[in-house]
Structure formats: C-alpha cells, structure tokens
C-alpha cells in the first residue's frame, strides 16, 4: 500500500497542473491524457497485487516522470516560478522514499537552478536522471550527445542533462522508450 500512496499524491499534483493548464487554454495532448490514464490504472494494479510491483513501479514511474517533465515544462511557459516551485515541491516531497529507482527528477525553474546546479546555463532546462540498469549512464550520455544535450556525471552517480527545453522532451521520450523495452 505504502508505494502507491507516493505515487498517488504526485499524479494528483500532475493532474492539477493539466486542469490548471486547460483553465489557460492549453489543449492537453492525447499521449498525456493516455499517460495520465495508464499511470492511475498501473497504480491500481500495484495497489491489487504486491507481488506485481518488480514490473508495475517502474512503469508507473515511467509515466509519472515523463508527464512531469512535459507539464513542467509547459507549465513554465505561463505561470510565475513561485507557482511552479509550490507544485515542484509537492512532487518532490510526495517521491521522497517511494520511489528510489525514479527515471526522471523534476526540471527546476531557474529560480531553483542558479541555487542548486552550478555550470549550467540560466537559460537552460535541466533534469537529473538516476541510471537504471535497463539504461546504464553510457547510454544516458549517448542519448544526450545525439540529442544535443550537455550532460555531467555527479559523485551520486546521477547525471545532470541540460540543453533547450525542446531537446530535453526528446530524450525524456527516448528514455521512456529506452527503459520500457
């Protein structure tokens, strides 16, 4: 039960950009409502069968990174950083020690960037991934380099991917693709 409540309080933060979205009349994409969809049929499935969740977490994580890096990022387009930082911050607390193996972490506004991520440009997006085993770090750099993105390893093992905000959806949907092959 305790997996799912995390994931459960992020897809409602995700849920409530995409209404918040719509209220500024911005058209939610097919493939995002069909994400948001699986995400919540997964976590039911995880909820019914605790013996599933080797195959269901990581694809619900899938879904629940992919949809927040695109809301995200659409989403900075028309609200104020503080607003984004607010829904940022919810996702972040709602992951904390429910999803140790999470593909993608939350892109931070600029706000937030200049605090914590030192080299990259203001300008830029970012994410930070955690190399699974289904997506080793060499293939993390290759999918970056082909992507035009600038990456850099952290002690962690994480790897910081910064580019232009267009780029940075690209490789969040090879990752996806990658990862659930």
């Not at 629940?64 to 940022?88: C, N």
Request: hydrophobic residues 35%.
């Amino acid at each position: 039960m305790g997996l799912s409540m995390g994931y459960e309080a992020v897809w409602k933060v995700l849920e409530e950009i995409v209404i918040e979205l719509r209220k500024k009349g911005v058209a939610t994409p097919p493939n995002v409502m069909n994400d948001l969809k699986s995400a919540k049929i997964l976590m039911k499935v995880l909820d019914a069968s605790e013996s599933d969740r080797g195959e269901t977490a990581p694809k619900i994580e899938q879904y629940l990174g992919s949809l927040e890096a695109y809301l995200v990022t659409e989403a900075q387009k028309l609200f104020p950083s503080g607003r984004i930082d607010t829904w940022l911050k919810r996702i972040e607390t709602a992951n904390y020690g429910t999803c140790p193996t999470c593909i993608v972490e939350p892109a931070k506004t600029e706000k937030t960037e200049t605090k914590f991520i030192t080299g990259v440009p203001r300008e830029q997006k970012w994410i930070r991934v955690k190399p699974l085993p289904s997506l080793p770090a060499e293939q993390l750099k290759q999918l970056a380099e082909e992507t035009n993105l600038s990456f850099r390893e952290e002690q962690d093992g994480h790897l910081i991917i910064h580019g232009d905000a267009e780029n940075i959806k690209k490789i969040v949907k090879k990752m996806t693709e990658q990862a659930s092959k």
